[in-house]
């Protein structure tokens, strides 16, 4: 199965995620925090933060908001706005 892919609007490099970045990203785009996203994944709230970092890096961003713009303006992750969840910022 092929990753989803697009162009960055920066330097016009492919910007690939992997299946478990897109899964992070889309729960923290849902307003979980990290630990609350690894509780859902069945990971370490480190490895969460360590998806996103790399997602950061690949996107050139610097927070959770400009990740999920970047991702939902390359067609990475769709833009499916919940506002069923309320939590915070780890």
Known sequence: M???TSRSEHNGRPVR???REIEVL????QGFSSKEAAEQ?????????FHLANIYDK????NRVQAFRAATR???IPFEPTFNHTGGES
């Open 17 to 19: 995620l992997t299946k």
């Open 74 to 76: 390359l067609g990475l």
């Open 59 to 62: 996107l050139q961003v610097n």
């Open 41 to 49: 994944l069945f990971v370490s709230k480190r490895t969460v933060d």
């Open 26 to 29: 889309s729960l923290i785009a």
């Open 2 to 4: 092929a990753m989803p």
